[in-house]
């Protein structure tokens, strides 16, 4: 499942008679739209239903569910989430047959192949990123199709084609943009072909593949090596701080500017006290606008999508109301509802962050969004591996939580041998007496009931299902279930 993306370029998917495993998950549901969008015949299989799985269907996707179904004879190209076993079936079955076989992300090289790529790259902030660069662009009447890894209500879901061209601007005649959520792990950027791009930071994730954080730095390095040279009019924007900056762009023929609150930064951003954020440009003022996320981190997503937003041709006028008008993704200080309580309501937020330095910042900006008066913290920690490599890191990012309740790991990807490594009891006692290991999510809603008290604020956190617990909570339901 390793073939190269130039294999399958993307000209040859008109006509292309599609299968996805996998076609529930968050990027490949997205893709599936896409590759439709480009004349591919798309069907697929999933190991259960959901709504991803009913909106495909309402879009004339055939998805087979519950068992792994049979190959059809006519296919011509299988696609496969990173989540897959090689020894998958139906991967096997295509190997047996000489069909090829493609990972997702070869397949969004392909497709950069034939459209204007715009990467978004970082460690954290890449979907909510992605989604503001897209929602810019589509006001500024710019057309770009997206594909990001979370869902966006104003962009109607987590994938869009968009136009046959750019209508303005630097790359004005080009084959249309299409910007992308660009993941770092297992190195899988490595297979798209950007114009340009942003880094948003850089720090230590996935070492289960990487093992280092120099060489996950080595990889944002090939990543930024490949845009085209300044000459092409390839473009990097990379935060001035948090992105080891100096090392990955060494040898980057494209042009580099930075953002940050960096006085030294290209791009420097500035935040009022009345919450209105300004981005200087070379001592002018490029961007101001009052937004409504939350947090000096989406401060600094939002200072990245306006900037390179302007770099490919929006007006400002329209880069600063858009900025103004956007409302956030899903599973990103997501507000669920309120939990009604005896003494009151309690506000729950839900959020995706799953890695120390996301639930610091998303704490952080909750704390002091919310004014509330103790804030209560459900995280299922996601990925065993992750756990043990991060657990110091784990444990000193709950600075601005009051209580911390934590289910059980959530078990994805790592060698089975990890389950004995580490528990969510042991990442407890490293965050202190505030913490408990609390189990399954419906004894962590039970168990955020009885702590509740007037003025509380609630958050559930983690890329897995811990998001049932905020559910449960304002539906007044204990229906959560083991996850």
Known sequence: MTSPATEAPAAALRGARVWLVGAGGTGMCGLARLLLAA???????DREDGEAIDALRRDGIEVTTGVTAALPANTTLVVATAAAPAEHPTLKAARARNIPVRTYAQML????????????????????????????????????????????????????????????????????????????????????????????????????????????????????????????????????????????????????????????????????????????????????????????????????AGVMALRLGAPRAAVEAALAEFTGLDRRQQFVGLARMPFGDVRVFDDYGHHPTEIRVTLRALREATGARRLVCIFQPHQHSRTRLLLEEF??????????????????????????????????????????????????WARTRSLLKAGDVVVTMGAGSVWKVARALVNGGAACHAG
């Open 39 to 45: 004349g591919a015949q798309v069907r697929g299989e």
């Open 109 to 304: 090289g392909a497709l950069h192949g034939v459209r204007t790529g715009v990467s978004v790259a970082g460690t954290h902030g890449k979907s909510t990123t992605t989604c503001l660069l897209t929602w810019v662009l589509l006001r500024a009447g710019m057309e770009p199709g997206f594909i990001a890894g979370a869902t966006c209500a104003a962009l109607g879901g987590n994938a869009r084609p968009g136009g046959a061209t750019v209508p303005t601007g630097p790359f004005a005649g080009r084959p249309g943009f299409l910007v992308t959520e660009s993941c770092e792990f297992d190195r899988s950027f490595h297979n798209l072909q950007p114009a340009t791009a942003i880094i948003n930071n850089v720090e230590a994730e996935h070492l289960d593949c990487y093992g280092s954080l120099e060489a996950v730095i080595e990889s944002f390095r090939v990543f930024a090596r490949s845009l085209p040279s300044a000459a092409e009019g390839g473009y990097l924007l990379i935060a001035h701080d948090g992105a080891h900056r100096e090392a990955v762009t060494r040898g980057v023929a494209a042009t580099v500017e930075t953002f940050g609150m960096n006085a030294a930064a290209t791009h420097v951003i500035e935040r009022a006290t009345d919450g209105a954020v300004t981005v200087r440009s070379r001592d002018e003022i490029a961007l101001s606008w009052r937004p409504r996320l939350m947090g000096a981190h989406n401060a600094m997503n939002a200072a990245a």
């Open 395 to 444: 444990a000193g990012a709950f600075a601005d939580a009051d209580a911390v309740l934590l289910p059980e790991i959530h078990f994805v990807r790592d060698p089975e041998e990890e389950r004995t490594k580490v528990n969510s009891e042991m990442l407890a006692t490293r965050i202190g007496p505030k913490a408990e290991a609390v189990g399954t999510f419906d004894a962590a």
